[in-house]
């Protein structure tokens, strides 16, 4: 096999376990959300104080 080759498919596979790793991260926070109860509400935004009238 050439060497351009050989280091497109290592890179390929590179890029694959990457993007596998990723989703495994996100299914244990997920699962870790989940056995925490969920996430808080986000809070409400607040409007900015008016300014002071000078």
Do not use: H, I
């Amino acid at each position: 096999m050439e060497l351009p080759k050989l280091v497109q498919e290592a890179a390929y596979v590179t890029v694959g376990f990457a993007v596998l790793g990723f989703q495994r991260v996100q299914v244990c926070r997920r699962e870790l959300d989940r056995l925490l109860g969920g996430r808080p509400q986000a809070r409400p935004a607040q409007a900015p104080s008016p300014a002071a009238d000078p």
